[in-house]
Nanobody, 123 residues
């Protein structure tokens, strides 16, 4: 399984970006997928996750009501729509695949990671 993230960039505060992650390989629907981020000087944190079938989601408190995660199991993609961005959202964002949302939230032993994509929000 390989993951390729795209869609990062520079945006002004209040703006929006959409991140996408293309997942190659078999058994995409065997994994929950999600997004993590690492801001400068901070530890990596989970941002959002979505279950294998797409019927359950998780968001960290700081992005609730602003970000939306979705997946298309027919196209093997997972996306993160980010609205009302603030400078605090500036980070490198990584997509990941893991068995379940619960295990992904632990943040350890993640099965698969994609390369990061930089998101920079200017004030």
């Amino acid at each position: 399984v390989q993951l390729q993230a795209s869609g990062g960039g520079l945006v002004q505060a209040g703006g929006s970006l959409r991140l996408s992650c293309a997942v190659s390989g078999r058994f995409f629907t065997s994994y929950a997928t999600g997004w993590f981020r690492r801001a400068p000087g901070k530890e990596r944190e989970i941002v959002a996750a979505i279950s294998r079938g797409g019927d359950s989601t998780y968001y960290t408190d700081s992005v609730k009501d602003r970000f939306a995660i979705s997946r298309d199991n027919a196209k093997n993609t997972v996306s993160l729509q980010m609205n009302s961005l603030t400078p605090e959202d500036t980070a490198v964002y990584y997509c990941a695949a893991e068995g379940t949302i619960a295990t992904m939230r632990r943040g350890k032993g993640i099965d698969y990671w994609g390369k990061g994509t930089q998101v920079t929000v200017s004030s």
